[in-house]
């Protein structure tokens, strides 16, 4: 097992050191709680089942039977939880030197770091891959797709008809698309937007789409539709986790959309190794993030 020692932290042994500096970023919050719904789970895996209800309700004429319709379930989703684990160790001689104290503190704080760092990977993962046919949901497609099967028979999308670049029309386009979102047996289902997710590049676009007053990038005095009509209620949020520059996503209120389970917080221990007197330092969580109902977010790859 590596450990840090002595010759790795020749400068804190001498006098005269002014600064330990590299470890006191600041980070950023925890911006996976703006994008999933986070559950506590006590088993080794999570499994959540779609079900349908029943299709419209048919006419019946005088002196006919009435029509009998089946529900029935549909598909379902599993969340298989992985564990996280990072450590370091620090060995006898440096603790004797005096390293201890000057060092355990700052590199446990790496670790908390490294952690938190991890986890916002994780999370985003889930819509950096939501175009990508090889990670798919319940039903056999990604995340994002043009083509959800619907058990009546039919299809249901959540993508733009062509991909397209975050602006006024494609935005407005979205929004309408979501209102006609149907259930499983073709029944409307009255979705809305709630919030805008979107990577660094695309936040002084999402700022001029949703805050000012009037249209933006034309002359004419028209009211800023997207604005006043309340459209995307929660605003934007940016996660610099995403690495598509030119992909947006837009988090509805179908329920059970993009979830989080946490199976073991997170946990922090110290132990002392017998044969060598190294102190080990460990970090440990367990969770798992992925997608239950599709409809749970509206995304577009961008158009390039």
């Known amino acids: 097992m590596a450990a840090i020692s002595r010759a790795q932290l020749l400068k804190e042994l001498l006098p005269g050191l002014n600064a330990l500096f590299g470890l006191e970023y600041d980070r950023y919050g925890e911006k996976y709680k703006e994008i999933f719904e986070t559950e506590s789970s006590d088993r080794s895996f999570e499994e959540e089942q779609k079900l349908s209800g029943f299709g ?3 006419v019946k004429n005088e002196g006919s039977g009435i029509t009998y319709d089946n529900a029935q379930e549909a598909w379902s989703t599993r969340y298989t939880h992985e564990t996280i684990a990072l450590g ?11 390293l201890y104290d000057s060092l355990s503190a700052r590199y446990t704080k790496a670790l908390a770091r490294a952690m938190a760092y991890t986890k916002e990977v994780k999370g985003a993962a889930v819509l950096n891959n939501a175009f990508n046919s090889n990670y798919t949901g319940g039903d056999g497609k990604s995340l994002c797709n043009s083509a959800h099967p619907l058990v009546y028979g039919s299809t249901i999308s959540n993508v733009p008809a062509t991909p ?3 602006n006024e029309t494609s935005l407005e386009n979205a929004v309408i698309q979501i209102a006609l979102w149907t259930d499983e047996r073709g029944l409307l289902i009255a979705a809305k937007p709630k919030k805008l997710v979107l990577p660094p590049a695309l936040q002084f676009v999402a700022t001029r789409l949703l805050e000012t007053e009037l249209r933006v990038g034309t002359t004419d005095n028209d009211v800023n539709a997207l604005k006043n009509n309340g459209s995307i209620p929660g605003g934007y949020t940016v996660n610099p986790w995403l690495t598509d ?6 988090l509805t209120d179908v329920p059970n959309g993009l979830k989080h389970f946490v199976r073991t917080p997170l946990a922090t221990s110290m132990d002392s190794d017998f044969d060598t007197g190294n102190s080990r330092y460990k970090a440990r969580e367990r969770y798992s993030f992925g997608f239950s109902d599709p409809l749970g977010v ?3 790859a961008g158009s390039s």
Do not use: C, R, V, Y
């Open 164 to 166: 397209a670049d975050l």
């Open 88 to 98: 370091f160790s620090l060995t006898e001689e440096a603790i004797e030197d005096n």
């Open 56 to 58: 419209a309700a048919a």
């Open 298 to 300: 509206f995304g577009s």
């Open 245 to 250: 520059t030119n992909a947006w996503f837009l």
